[in-house]
């Protein structure tokens, strides 16, 4: 019997501020639907930046990279003091950072 797991790979940009994740739109459109960007590739991009600390010998707070996940779909984050700060990545993977 095969087993199947759900990762929900947005979770690691939920601490994104909201200025990076609220679209020019009015704001209500935001409120009733949920119209944000949520970022995408998050299991990769906190990969990177964990082995990057790591490999460098770094606290988190030390921590400050841009992540590129390339290949089964593009992104990037900016990751500041080991938390993400900014994504490409929104609704859809059409978006211009």
Not at 6 to 13: I, K, L, W
Not at 45 to 73: A, D, F
Not at 81 to 95: I, N
Request: contains cysteine.
């Amino acid at each position: 019997m095969c087993r199947q797991v759900a990762v929900f790979d947005t979770a690691f940009h939920s601490s994104i501020p909201e200025h990076a994740y609220v679209y020019a739109v009015p704001y209500h459109l935001y409120r009733r639907h949920h119209i944000r960007r949520y970022g995408f590739h998050g299991t990769s991009h906190r990969y990177v930046s964990y082995r990057y600390r790591k490999l460098c010998g770094l606290t988190r707070e030390q921590t400050n990279v841009i992540s590129l996940h390339l290949g089964n779909g593009c992104s990037a984050a900016a990751i500041k003091a080991g938390y993400p700060v900014d994504t490409s990545m929104g609704m859809t993977p059409l978006e211009v950072w």
